[in-house]
């Protein structure tokens, strides 16, 4: 990794992510381990004109001494200035650029998982995912490899290698990145546009161990990379992003399902998960290590147990063709398909959110489900069935 | 420097110095590079049983970024999530302690002065001020060694040196540092009894180009390492501390007086630092380096250029027995005599602050002016003239 690349990439995450704005009040979130790259976002958000931008830093052990020590029924508070914060930026159209990129993926692997999984601030997950829903700020999330990740990945700490990865995932390897970018986000919206106007109905999922039917709402829509807030601008919320994705109607999700990679959660890895749902919620959790960090975040919320997510993706994903597990949602939900359990995206429905099976939570997990073992396919809402996906090709013309 | 050495520095910032309770709401402040003992401190709250501990991290490259760019009408704001904190802190009874100790003193030295001085959050500073007055928290300040602070300290990354002499100056060098504490607090008190009982009227700093006195009220108290908050919780706020200090009649001061250490501000170092007061204000400032930031941080408040603050330190001092000049006033303040332009604090006149002449500013600069070649007498409110301060050795009786 060179200073250069590092510069390159905060330009991309602030001009074409977040697409902040002069005057703009900016977020740059990261733990301290991403110092480097919030510093290079900072720097080329005030040249994008920011007002103020706020180095906002989280620290995965501060948050391990809480979880080992603080009183059980403090565990989910969050402290009234994360909510001024937020809300803040929401009033004032102000923009987020948040950094993922664990240091040390299984900080908290030898802890009670039960306490880990309840170890959440609630409010401001609400209050953030309200923001999402009301499109109330330009925001998105890119990642900051670092050793420790490149351990949990490659099994050394080869930061080059990670760096390489996380260099094509994101387009960097592209001379201009920018107008690679604007191709990619179109070929997506086209993808939206083929789904939007089959009119789907249900999603099935077989292979691999999963058995999983989704069922959508009439008024579910397909999204893609493009995102637009409340006041008309522009941004893309994730970089990586590729996948193409709707909201279900949580009340119709039927089956079992096998995740298909591992999933990263609150310094675990939860590993060889499985859920199976009954009327829509999740009744059963199983996985080879890490289900009781899934089942206590689920306790958290009387709807973290239902889907808010449905999102498709296809082999020809960088993130996929890569071949590597990320141990970081940012970019394994984008080689693969995957389901979210917890809050809905109002964005994907057209008009107001349905009164039912729209799912509002302060839970949002996205789990992979897809790979070439599983099939997907679609019925129609008049009735037909569509393959969407065959060994991870994609079955639509684009 | 060992882990075992961080972790007792962090008990006894905790135990002694914030004297942290069970159910306290806690901020741990520092910059990124201090994350190490930041972590320590958030540990040893919740074990003294801290309900929770807010790591709040600064960056001074962000804040560098904020200077060169931001528009000129918006470097002092305050972002309100900042306030909510402050205020929260001081509602609920919470605790706070604060990381010096900068790893690149001379990180803003190359940016335009006025700019650099002009930047600082003055509400959030009004807040923080009103909450020291208020004896709203329970406080303290200490440090963390970086081999770049060691490097402005001894010319190199001597780190291991750097951590002894501020193991000594805290008194981590000894057997039981808690006990060792307990005197020296003591022995301050008899000092802070002493200086009352004399009833002054009138301090003189004489020597080394300074000619300088300040009058007091008649109000005015003494006060040493002791305090204690508005509900009766006793802590010690500043590691270490070697001084007693008063407040002035901010009307009062006359003369010029001569900086004997040089003044870390705002990432610069201020050298030879002069300043002329007439009728209790600064009305000249003249420096060999940074006298602009002087010049532009005094101007963003109405009442920065008058004293808050007059402090003695004798020969005793072990921060003044090491020998070293910190560029960091946590430590230099509490080798020498001190004057501070800025806040004065309540804690330090008996009953209401006076009317006039208590000096109320979100500005707070402590500046060393004694030494060996500095004469420091009093004058009695009955008239008489006692010595003080000869050759750095305390006249007085402790």
Redesign the interface.
């Given at each position: 990794m060179t200073d250069d690349l590092l510069e390159r990439y905060a330009e991309l995450a602030v001009r074409v992510g977040a697409n902040v704005q002069p005057g703009q009040?900016v977020e740059?979130g990261g733990l301290?381990e991403h110092?480097a790259l919030?510093?290079e976002v900072?720097?080329a958000a005030?040249?994008a004109g920011?007002?103020?931008?706020?180095?906002s830093?989280?620290?995965a052990?501060?948050r391990r001494?809480?979880i080992?020590?603080?009183?059980d029924d403090?565990l989910s508070?969050t402290?009234?200035?994360?909510l001024?914060?937020e809300r803040?930026l929401a009033r004032e159209h102000g923009a987020a650029i948040g950094i993922s990129g664990d240091p040390e993926p299984e900080l908290l692997a030898d802890l009670p998982g039960d306490r880990v999984g309840k170890t959440r601030m609630v409010e401001l997950a609400d209050e953030s995912m309200k923001n999402v829903n009301e499109r109330a700020i330009n925001w998105t999330g890119i990642a900051f490899p670092t050793e420790g990740w490149a351990r949990a990945v490659f099994g050394s700490p080869d930061l080059q290698r990670l760096w390489d990865a996380v260099a094509y995932t994101v387009r960097l390897d592209e001379d201009d990145p920018v107008a690679a970018w604007r191709q990619h986000v179109e070929r997506l919206e086209r993808r939206v546009e083929a789904l939007n106007a089959l009119g789907l109905d249900v999603l099935r999922f077989r292979g691999g161990g999963s058995d999983l039917t989704v069922g959508l709402f009439p008024s579910s829509v397909w999204c893609g990379a493009r995102a637009v807030t409340s006041w008309g601008l522009e941004y893309v919320p994730n970089m990586p992003t590729e996948e193409v994705f709707t909201t279900p109607d949580a009340r119709r999700t039927e089956g079992v399902v096998r995740a298909t990679r591992p999933l990263a959660l609150y310094g675990n890895v939860v590993r060889g998960l499985e859920l199976r749902f009954e009327g829509g919620r999740i009744v059963d959790v199983s996985a080879e290590s890490g289900a009781d960090v899934v089942r206590g975040q689920l306790a958290t919320d009387e709807r973290a147990a239902f889907l808010g997510e449905v999102a498709l993706v296809d082999g020809t994903s960088r993130v996929g063709r890569t071949g590597v597990t990320f141990f970081n949602t940012l970019f394994d939900e984008n080689a693969a398909c995957h389901i979210a359990y917890g809050a809905a995206y109002a964005e994907a429905v057209e008009g107001e959110p349905p009164a039912e099976g729209f799912n509002v939570s302060s839970v949002h997990t996205d789990l992979m489900i897809g790979g070439p073992e599983v099939e997907v396919d679609a019925v129609t809402r008049d009735g037909r069935e569509v393959p969407l996906l065959r060994q991870d090709v994609w079955q639509l013309h684009d």
């Open positions: 009040l740059v301290v110092a919030v510093r900072a720097r005030y040249r920011a007002r103020y931008v706020e180095a830093y989280g620290d052990h501060a001494a809480r080992e020590h603080a009183p403090t508070l402290p009234p200035w994360m001024t914060r803040t």
